[in-house]
């Protein structure tokens, strides 16, 4: 799913277009005994309590796609008989209707979903009527042919409000507050199935996590059924791996410039594509080529590429690259960069030792203090000739 596509699906959590007709509810403590459950026709909640879910749901589809939203797909096996697949799809054919299929799932999040506290999962089911697309990209209401059946869960930490005083307009006294069990917003969450083209996609679905670094491998193989992906951290930490590793000493400051300068060159000639840039073993092997890496060294890193990540898989570009920093770092100095004017930095050899050389304007502030520039020798000496 693109950002357009996410944000389709986002905008069927609000009162006057709701596309959800059921929700199911299950309250776990931390010692995974179930307090509640329940299941309701989700237009008979209050209009405050609907609006309190609507936020749920939107926050369960926010994020950056690669980060915290991930498309996955099913691994041909999940997809028979027996599968998490087939399970899924039990679940939302069902409508939510039936409670021993709804048990069931319940019972596998709480076998397998890593959480010491309270939490609060919430599944509804929706029914999207998916409105055609006139040539100017207008919606065509009238105009649909397909709808778009569908299942979000939610699962939200349950935490105690803080203690603290409050006051009692009744009695107009400060009083000790009572401490409530508050739910909030999702950690994890998933779309089934994926919203892809904008239609149904049951190959697919879209997985959330607030912690991009806490994906909940077991939950996701377990739950879900799909292979987890490097996190963005991973892919970054691996890209960079392959080539510090690879180049050794041809791993100078303009090289890494040049690859930083041509991912971002990539990412911002598609910053107006809703679909996130995603790179392949070929596209690697390109921008390599582009930064004046030699042959030799790109045909290492494209060979390690194979072994250190899995076949098919592709990487996030804004989770490699970084195109609103740009530093320098030794043990005792960090230097930050318009990450545009890298051009301003260079390396040189002088007295024989490594040194980075800065170009400076007549601005420079230290420690928020203006300082001066250094002054030409016609500036400091304006009467006297130049030899």
Sequence with gaps: MNKKEILEIRKQFKPDNSAITRICGCYVDGDKNVKLTFKEAFGSLSEDEAFKYYEIFRKTLSGTIGKNLMNMEFPLEQEYEGGTQEFLLKLKNSRLEDEEVLNAFYQKVMEHYIYGENYYIILIHGAYDIPGKATDGSEMFDASDNVYDFILCSICPVNLSKAGLYYNIEKNSIEDRIRDWVVDMPAKGFLFPAFNDRNMDIHGILYYSKNPEELQQDFVDQVLGCVVPLSATGQKETFQSLITENLGEACDYETVRSIHENLNEIIESNKDNPDPVMLAKCDVRHILEESGVEDEKIEEI?????????????????????????????????????????????????????????VVDDHIEVNGMNVRTMRTERQMYPNEPLV
């Excluded at 250190?308 to 100095?333: C, H, M, W």
């Excluded at 930050?336 to 051009?343: G, Y």
């Design 302 to 358: 494209t060979k390690e590429y194979d072994e250190v990540i899995e076949p098919g898989t592709q990487l996030l570009a804004a989770n490699i690259a970084d195109t609103r920093n740009f530093s320098i770092k030794t043990p005792d100095i960090v230097i930050k960069v318009n990450p545009e004017r890298t051009d301003l930095i260079e390396t040189r050899v002088i007295d024989g030792k490594q040194c980075l050389v800065i």
